[in-house]
Nanobody, 115 residues
């Protein structure tokens, strides 16, 4: 079983920055994909960014150029650096990973961006 623990959410003014981190623990042989999703009130959960074990990254159009996803394979952590935040970025952000061919979710962390 793998546990994902997120940290770094909070309240920030528009134009500010936040850094989210997610640490995976448990019996892990390999992590193939790590990602961040978000879910705003009344909306579906959507993909924000992904990174793979081969180093590839992918971003939602709405965050390209503002957010950066990175991973530390030695520590099984994934980080989302969020710059130039906008009120529409307000959501609960969820960490996600595929480890040993199974998918896992974190508990979510709130990010609130005030105008």
């Amino acid at each position: 079983q793998v546990q994902l623990v997120e940290s770094g959410g909070g309240l920030v003014q528009a134009g500010g920055s936040l850094r989210l981190s997610c640490a995976a623990s448990g019996s892990i042989f390999s992590i193939d994909v790590q990602a961040w999703f978000r879910q705003a009130p009344g909306k579906q959960r959507t993909l924000v960014a992904t990174t793979t074990s081969s180093g590839g990254t992918n971003y939602a159009d709405s965050v390209k150029g503002r957010f950066t996803i990175s991973r530390d394979g030695t520590k099984n952590t994934v980080t989302l650096q969020m710059n130039s935040l906008r009120p529409e970025d307000t959501a609960v952000y969820y960490c996600y990973c595929v480890a040993d061919r199974r998918a896992y979710w974190g508990q979510g962390t709130q990010v609130t961006v005030s105008p």
